[in-house]
Each structure stands twice: as structure tokens, then as C-alpha cells.
């Protein structure tokens, strides 16, 4: 049996120390946190950062480490600062680095590196080791050159890897979910449907309880399958919190593609143990090709925010033919008095800014918000566009015949830079002979 | 006229993934599920979500009690053209749907 204790479902977001405290009283075998996703979208990958405070980072981090230390065992973070680029994983090792000075500890820490170099992945890509997933289609090699950066994910074989080097403590770059709760009971010998199947229940901490906002949960694994249970006073797992929570964040909730097979839960059997404890058995592993997901983020332009209040009755009434008149007006002054491309958008907050066209029932309230967004190529020029569509947003006139109206604005200057912006671009899996051929291992001692 | 939300416990939108977009209906009793995967179409969802029907994954989970469907994301996360960072607002849309 290997038993893994979850703290939560991602360092940084908080978990019940009661519950943690009852879990290392439980001696498990492995501490396991997700430190990412790519949920948060696409900024953190773009810049190589982590979506969390350092400061609530580096707090809760510490208080792993300290459990680590007396439970004796491997403490284990997957994607480590939000998006798992090799940055974020230096920006946490830091942070690790500091603790241990500041602790006194002696720590032998393994570092899995997930970064992608262009290069490597275009000679992959000639090879015809790259692939699409739907709905993207095939790869320019171009697009790898626009990246600012790429991460590979990982799987139990470089989390193994990393366990093996009988580290206290892994930090691991970009991983799946599940790898970092999977690789130990797998490397043991445990049932491969049960493991992966209890790792992506386990993979957001308490979520799959009564009580999602609990954190601490522990699942056993052995030869047959797992059973979970969560650590909180008075919080349940029960056979639908469960099986609900494949539901959770996929696509499709049979079948869980990971690197090197796919995990089918169609068969799956969910009994309570007892009032808050679940039993899992039946699930598949599906061994395939050794492939594993490639996520690359690239800068998409800058942008400019401008935020404007409208109160007026007869302007909420009209507000789209308001905001039509004026993209129009002022994209045509500014091709006349800039160079270079730029896009002007204004969302009507209030009214359908949250989903736009989808929306059919919009219907605007007492006042709206106007959100002037411009991109451009450049920051200079998103910002030089923006200011050419504040008197618009401050004075335009529904008609020329009134009084130049006024509205409302929240600050000054009223031009919020954003910087630079960034988007998903890679949807692709990467075929690989040996998993580490990809992926990077470091062990580093530090206090000693 | 009864919504897929009058009907339903909870309807939940979510990211799965930056490329695809994710809709649990929990129906929360056998009855209201019966009555939900049974008179919603899966036209009728990519319609709302403006999305061809042949792209929409569908899953019946009688188990659970659950209708689920899943489809490329109507932008990609985190793009210019994206509104909703994580997904969340399309459930609205699913939920307002007549049965």
C-alpha cells in the first residue's frame, strides 16, 4: 500500500492545518501539491511566472517543508510556480533556497525541468514526432519560434526519476495533475487504473468532498484500487462527490489521456467505506505510445485599458449605437495620425461584456460600464491610440444637435497599460523514446 | 416553459484546458435528469454556444444524474477575443435554454 497525503489543490490558494496535522499524523508514504494550471491563463506561461503572491507562497511552503521534515518523507510539487517554465521552478527554488537558510534545514532537492528549446522541437517536428490535438491542426515551425516559452508535460516516469535520486523535496516544472500523486504508487507496484484514477480525484485537494474549500485529503493505493479520505473535521467524501469529480475540468469524463496511455474509468465502482471515506476499484490503464503535451505561449501585442461610466438614461438606451459611432470615428483619425496596427474595442459592462454575441438576452440596468480595450504592436502605440479615444469616451455626443454630454470616469489618467499580452498557441503532443529525453533532472544540496 | 436551470440543481461552465470549454448539467434527482437528457438537443447546445454540432462531445451520465458536453472553447482562452478567463459565464447560457 503507498499512502499519499494531498495538502490542497494548489500552493498558494490555502488549506486547514487541523487537516494537515492529522494527515502527517497518518504517515503518509509522499506529500504531493499542484503548484499551476494553465486555468489562470496564458500571462504566466508567457512570462516564465507565477500567478501567486511570493510572500503567501513562501508562507505556505514553509509550513510543507515543516511537515515534510516530520513526517520523514519526499515532499513533491508538480507545475510549479503556476505555469511549470523553468523560471518558475528556479523562482520557487529560490523561495526553497531562503526557507532552509532561514530553518537551518539540510535538504537534498531534485529539480525536473520541463522547458522546450525551439530548436529541438523543430527537428521533432521534421521527424514527425509532433502531432495536433483537436482542434488545432498542424504546427508551423515559425510558432516555435515565437514562443516565449514551451513546457512539456511531465508524467509519473520523470516524477519517479526524481523520487529516485532519494530527494526530500522535488520541484518539478510543468507536469499533468495527476503525475505527482500517481508516480509512487505506480513505481510500487499498485493497481495503474486505480493510481491514475485516485490521482485525478486527488489532484485538486478536498474539491472531490462535501467540503471543496477544506483542502487536506489522503488516499490509500494497493494492488486493487484506492480509497480516499479527506483529512477535515467533519468533512465527507462519498461515492458522488467522487465520481462527480471526473467530471471536474475535462473534456471528457471516461476517458483521461496521459503521457504514455489513457486511464478509462467506464467500469469504475464507487463504494463508501464508511461515512466519509470512499472505495474505488475497476478503472483501466490503457498503456499507448510515449507521448507527452506540449503548452507554448507567445506575446500577442499590447494592450491599453480605458474604463468610462455612463448614467444617463437616453445613453444606457442607445449605448451600442454610442460605442459603434465611436470605434468608428475614432479608428478612422487614428489611421490618419499613427502608423502601425492597432485594434480599438469597447465592451458595454452592464450590458453583454461577458459573453458578447452569445448573449441573446442582454439587457442593460441603470448604468453601464464601457471598457476601452486597443491593442497594438507596440506599447507606445496602444497607448498613444488610447488617448486619442479618451475625449470620445469623455464628450461624444449621441447626436450633433445637443449639449456635449460628460461622463463619468473612475480615474486619471484614465489609460490603464497592460502590457505586453500573450496567448495559448500550442496544442500538440510530442512523441519521445525514453520520457527523460525531454525533461531535465538537477540535485542540488543546500545547508550542508 | 421550463429551463434546462429551473429544472436542474446546478448547471456549471468551466476551461478544460485553454482550447476546450466544459458543461455539467447536475440534475441532482433521476426524474430531472430523464427529463433533461432527454429533451435537450445537442443542436440546440451548440446553437447557444455557436458551435457546429459535430464539434460537441455529449455524455449522458445516468449515474450521476449528470448531462455533460463539451466543446472547443468559442475563443481560445486568454485571447483578445476571449471574455471569460476560466470558462464560467456559458453555463448561463445552457441554463436559460427552453426544454
Not at chain 1, 220 to 247: I, K, N, Y
Not at chain 1, 259 to 282: F, H, K, M, N, W
Request: charged share 20%.
Amino acid at each position: 500500500m503507498v499512502r499519499v497525503l494531498i495538502p490542497s489543490g494548489a500552493l498558494g490558494l490555502g488549506y486547514d492545518r487541523a487537516a494537515l496535522a492529522r494527515g502527517i499524523a497518518m504517515k503518509p508514504d509522499v506529500i504531493a501539491i499542484d503548484g499551476g494550471s494553465t486555468d489562470s491563463g496564458p500571462h504566466y506561461l508567457g512570462t516564465g511566472t507565477s500567478k501567486y503572491s511570493r510572500n503567501s507562497t513562501k508562507a505556505e511552503w514553509r509550513e510543507l517543508m515543516a511537515a515534510r521534515a516530520e513526517a520523514g518523507v519526499p515532499l513533491v510539487i508538480g507545475t510549479a510556480g503556476t505555469c511549470g517554465a523553468d523560471s518558475a521552478v528556479d523562482w520557487l527554488l529560490d523561495i526553497t533556497r531562503e526557507i532552509a537558510a532561514e530553518t537551518g534545514a539540510r535538504l537534498k532537492i531534485a529539480v525536473l525541468k520541463s522547458g522546450q528549446p525551439a530548436d529541438a522541437l523543430k527537428a521533432a517536428l521534421a521527424a514527425g514526432r509532433i502531432a495536433p490535438l483537436a482542434p488545432a491542426g498542424a504546427l508551423d515551425p515559425a510558432l516555435l519560434d515565437n514562443c516565449t516559452n514551451i513546457v512539456a508535460l511531465a508524467g509519473v516516469e520523470q516524477i519517479t526519476a526524481a523520487l529516485d535520486t532519494g530527494a526530500d523535496i522535488v520541484i518539478a516544472g510543468r507536469t499533468t495533475d495527476t503525475a505527482i500523486i500517481a508516480a509512487l504508487p505506480i513505481q510500487r507496484g499498485c493497481h495503474p487504473g486505480g493510481a491514475w484514477h485516485g490521482a485525478k480525484i486527488g489532484e485538486c485537494g478536498a474539491l472531490a468532498t462535501t467540503h471543496p474549500n477544506s483542502g487536506t485529503i489522503l488516499i490509500d493505493f494497493d494492488e486493487t484500487g484506492f480509497t480516499m479520505q479527506p483529512m477535515g473535521e467533519g468533512v465527507r467524501a462519498t461515492p458522488h462527490t467522487v465520481s462527480a469529480h471526473m467530471l471536474y475540468e475535462n473534456s471528457d469524463p471516461i476517458r483521461l489521456y496521459e503521457p504514455g496511455g489513457y486511464l478509462d474509468v467506464s467500469q469504475a465502482i464507487y463504494t463508501a467505506t464508511d461515512a466519509r471515506s470512499v472505495r474505488v476499484e475497476g478503472s483501466t490503464w490503457v498503456p499507448g505510445p510515449y507521448t507527452v503535451k506540449l503548452e507554448g505561449a507567445r506575446r500577442s501585442g499590447f494592450q491599453t485599458v480605458s474604463i468610462a461610466l455612463v448614467r444617463d438614461a437616453r445613453y444606457v438606451e442607445n449605448i451600442r449605437a454610442w460605442c459603434d459611432d465611436i470605434v468608428t470615428k475614432c479608428t478612422a483619425k487614428a489611421n490618419a495620425r499613427v502608423e502601425g496596427e492597432f485594434g480599438i474595442e469597447l465592451r458595454i459592462i452592464g450590458l453583454d461584456a461577458t459573453l458578447g454575441a452569445l448573449d441573446t438576452a442582454a439587457q442593460a440596468g441603470t448604468e453601464v460600464g464601457v471598457m476601452g480595450i486597443v491593442t497594438a504592436q507596440t506599447e507606445a502605440l496602444s497607448m498613444e491610440v488610447a488617448k486619442m479615444l479618451n475625449p470620445y469616451l469623455l464628450h461624444h455626443p449621441l447626436s450633433e444637435e445637443e449639449e456635449m454630454p460628460t461622463f463619468a470616469f473612475p480615474f486619471s489618467p484614465p489609460e490603464m497599460p497592460r502590457g505586453a499580452i500573450h496567448e495559448f498557441c500550442l496544442n500538440h503532443i510530442l512523441t519521445l523514446d525514453d520520457p527523460m529525453d525531454a525533461f531535465r533532472i538537477d540535485v542540488i544540496e543546500v545547508g550542508a | 416553459m421550463s429551463t434546462v436551470g429551473d429544472i436542474a440543481l446546478k448547471v456549471r461552465s468551466k476551461n478544460a484546458g485553454p482550447f476546450w470549454l466544459t458543461v455539467d448539467i447536475f440534475c441532482g434527482t433521476p426524474d430531472a435528469y430523464a427529463q433533461i437528457s432527454g429533451a435537450l438537443q445537442s443542436a440546440t447546445v451548440a446553437a447557444a454556444l455557436k458551435v457546429d454540432v459535430e464539434e460537441l462531445k455529449r455524455f449522458d451520465l445516468a449515474d450521476l444524474n449528470v448531462v455533460k458536453f463539451s466543446a472547443p472553447r468559442p475563443a481560445i482562452q486568454g485571447t483578445r477575443e476571449d471574455r471569460d478567463m476560466h470558462g464560467a459565464s456559458f453555463a448561463v447560457l445552457i441554463a436559460s435554454l427552453t426544454l
